[in-house]
C-alpha cells in the first residue's frame, strides 16, 4: 500500500474500538460503572479510561497523547510515495493499568500508553 492510500485506509480493530465507545458512552446512564476498557492481547491484559474526545487543547494532554494528535493532524515526514507494510492503527490509552498474564499480582500503571491495534485479541469492559 502507498502512503496516500492510507488516508482512505480504515483498520477494523480501531474502528470497532471506536464504535463500541460511543455505543458505551451513550449506554453510561444505565451502566454508570463501566468506565473502563480493557483490551486483551497474547501477553496480558491492559486496563484503561474510556476516552472519547480530544483535550480542547493539545497541551492539555500528557506528551504521548499531544505527539500522536500532532502526528495524526499533521504528519511530519512525508509518505505519500513511500510502500506501507504495516498498516495497523494506534490506540491512545490514558490512565493505563497492564497486567501480564506471567504476573497477575504485578500490574503496572502508566499514564499513557499507545497500543497498536495488531496485538489485539478481544475487548470487554469493567
Known amino acids: 500500500m502507498k502512503g496516500k492510500e492510507l488516508v482512505d485506509a480504515i483498520d477494523f480493530k480501531k474502528l470497532t474500538i471506536v464504535e463500541l465507545q460511543i455505543k458505551i458512552e451513550q449506554l453510561q446512564e444505565r451502566y454508570p460503572e463501566r468506565n473502563k476498557i480493557i483490551y486483551v492481547t497474547q501477553i496480558g491484559t491492559i486496563e484503561a479510561d474510556l ?40 490506540i491512545y490509552l490514558k490512565n493505563v493499568k497492564l497486567t501480564p498474564f506471567s504476573s497477575l499480582n504485578s500490574p503496572v500503571h502508566l499514564e499513557e500508553f499507545v497500543l497498536f491495534s495488531d496485538h489485539l485479541l478481544g475487548i470487554t469492559t469493567a
Open 51 to 90: 476516552q472519547m474526545q480530544m483535550a480542547e487543547t493539545l497541551n492539555q494532554e500528557p506528551i504521548l497523547g499531544t505527539a500522536l494528535s500532532q502526528y495524526e493532524l499533521n504528519p511530519a515526514i512525508d509518505i505519500n510515495d513511500k510502500e506501507i507494510v504495516n498498516t495497523t492503527a494506534c
